[in-house]
């Protein structure tokens, strides 16, 4: 896991903002063009490019132009790396919460 910790860490700074999870959800939904996504952010087209070159730069989302426009993908690949990681923290810490009340059961009541 310590070798994809850079791809992870790349991932999880793109899902930190909340405009970038906002179009990753609405692209799970199926591909759209970069003007309809970014209609409803107040924000101008350049911010919101930034934006769309953060998710691309972590692998989340991908493009292609086709004349005049150019419509996104999600990478759905990309957030089984994220799931994974969750995965991986829940089994460490149920196995850790199962310990602690493994040995809370275990001791004397007092009384």
């Known amino acids: 896991m310590a070798n994809q910790q850079p791809a992870l860490d790349t991932l999880f700074h793109a899902l930190a903002d909340p405009t970038r999870r906002a179009v990753v959800g609405r692209l799970m939904r199926g591909p759209a063009p970069v003007k309809q996504l970014a209609e409803p952010f107040a924000i101008g087209l350049p911010a919101f490019l ?14 292609e132009k086709r004349g005049r ?13 994220a799931e994974d990681w969750f995965a991986e923290q829940r089994t460490v810490w149920q196995g850790r919460a199962d310990r602690l009340a493994a040995f809370v059961e275990s001791q004397p009541a007092e009384g």
Do not use: F, N
């Open 50 to 63: 930034k934006h769309l070159a953060v998710l691309e730069a972590s692998g989340l989302v991908r493009s």
């Open 69 to 81: 426009v150019r419509t996104c993908h999600v990478e759905a690949a990309r957030l089984a790396a």
